[in-house]
Antibody, heavy 124, light 112 residues
Framework: QVQLQESGPGLVKPSDTLSLTCTVS????????WTWIRQPPGKGLLLVAH???????YYNPSLKSRVTISVDTSKNQISLRLNSVTAADTAVYYC??????????????????WGKGTTVTVSS | DIVMNQSPLSLPVTPGEPASISCRSS???????????LDWYLQKPGQSPQILIY???NRASGVPDRFSGSGSGTDFTLKISRVEAEDVGVYYC?????????FGQGTKLEIK
């Protein structure tokens, strides 16, 4: 059974860079898309970025200038870096896997496995 | 971005009674290949979200059959035929037609 475990610093100072890691256990990173989603306190969900195991990536335009997502297949890890953080970046950050189903000769993806999330607070 | 709007935002329900959550999108979620690009997720208290429904009406593995999804175009509904105590949490719809995928605001279901 695939499990995802997010890890990160917990507390980051304004203007610093936030670095998070998602470690995949019980399965391989290969042949899947992976995503980071964040949830500010008491608010809804925002997809930050996603990446295929081969490294091809997508960034939410609202964060694109500050975000980098990467994958390390040798370590079975997905990483996220967010530059120039502010209080608005305070959130629980979740890592999730996209499952793929075939429909109408096409591929459809939905998030079938999620990590428990890691809380990041931006404060001096 | 496609805007997703859910209603109600709060839903108190008596156990054993049905419940219904509405989700409306700012544009049609019908893919050119003829399928609906909408998922439903449930975030139970203190937990991460979990998939309930994908492709508008397909229950994910392990999801009880009291949950059902329906709808077309821009109007979608999640129905719970008989609410149980374990169904409490926040329900989110999410569109996957266009990037970035976007979520509704969430509907908090609570037990009366």
């Amino acid at each position: 059974q695939v499990q995802l475990q997010e890890s990160g610093p917990g507390l980051v100072k304004p203007s610093d860079t936030l670095s998070l890691t998602c470690t995949v256990s019980g399965g391989s990173i290969s042949n899947y898309y992976w995503t980071w989603i964040r949830q500010p306190p008491g608010k809804g969900l925002l997809l930050v970025a996603h990446i295929y195991y081969d490294g091809s990536s997508y960034y939410n335009p609202s964060l694109k200038s500050r975000v980098t997502i990467s994958v390390d297949t040798s370590k079975n890890q997905i990483s996220l870096r967010l530059n120039s953080v502010t209080a608005a970046d305070t959130a629980v950050y979740y890592c999730a896997r996209f499952a793929r189903v075939e429909v109408a000769s096409n591929s459809y993806y939905y998030m079938d496995v999620w990590g428990k999330g890691t809380t990041v607070t931006v404060s001096s | 971005d496609i805007v997703m709007n859910q209603s109600p935002l709060s839903l108190p329900v008596t156990p054993g009674e049905p419940a219904s959550i509405s989700c409306r999108s700012s544009q049609s979620l019908l893919h050119i290949y003829g399928y609906i690009c909408l998922d439903w997720y449930l975030q139970k208290p203190g937990q991460s979200p979990q998939i309930l429904i994908y492709l508008g009406s397909n229950r994910a593995s392990g999801v009880p059959d009291r949950f059902s999804g329906s709808g077309s175009g821009t109007d979608f509904t999640l129905k719970i035929s008989r609410v149980e105590a374990e169904d409490v949490g926040v329900y989110y719809c999410m569109q996957s037609l266009q990037s970035p995928r976007t979520f509704g605001q969430g509907t908090k279901l609570e037990i009366k």
